[in-house]
């Protein structure tokens, strides 16, 4: 192994630090956007649908939602573009599966806006719980207008 003496070694260090020190700091990039509704309970008779629309985005927005339940396991996700003054709804209805069947269910939706530098104030948002059989809203949650 060849021995460097300390002159070298301190202007080796210096020349990988110039080198780190220059690489360019992306400060105007903000992470995802993220918003959570409070759980609902839904009972089998019942869907959770979460809507969505861009009110000043003119180029569109990204958006990343899903159905969360109390475990923390994703129950329905997706990914859409908003274009400005479309209104999106996703709907979760709750269907027969493997493991106990639990009258009720906690639910809860999550939204992430994944478009850079959008504010969460551009996404009006609500989130109903209505019964299949006669469309009635049990439940409505919603932003206040801007």
């Known amino acids: 192994m060849k021995n460097r003496n300390l002159p070298t070694k301190l202007t080796l260090?210096?020349?990988v630090?110039?080198?780190l020190g220059t690489t360019p700091a992306k400060a105007d990039v903000l992470p995802p956007v993220s918003i959570s509704f409070a759980p609902v309970g839904l009972t089998m008779d019942q869907t959770a649908r979460l809507n969505l629309i861009n009110i000043n985005v003119a180029n569109g927005m990204l958006i990343t939602w899903r159905f969360i339940d109390a475990s923390g396991f994703t129950l329905?996700?997706?990914t859409v573009t908003l274009p400005l003054g479309k209104i999106v709804s996703a709907d979760f209805r709750r269907t027969v599966g493997p493991g106990p069947l639990?009258?009720?269910?906690?639910v809860r939706a999550q939204i992430e806006i994944v478009t850079p530098n959008v504010p969460s104030e551009s996404l009006r948002r609500s989130l109903e719980v209505f019964n299949n059989d006669t469309g009635v809203t049990t439940v409505c949650m919603g932003g206040a207008a801007p």
Do not use: N
């Open 13 to 15: 260090l210096f020349a």
């Open 17 to 19: 630090l110039l080198t």
């Open 76 to 78: 329905a996700q997706s």
């Open 102 to 106: 639990y009258i009720r269910a906690e």
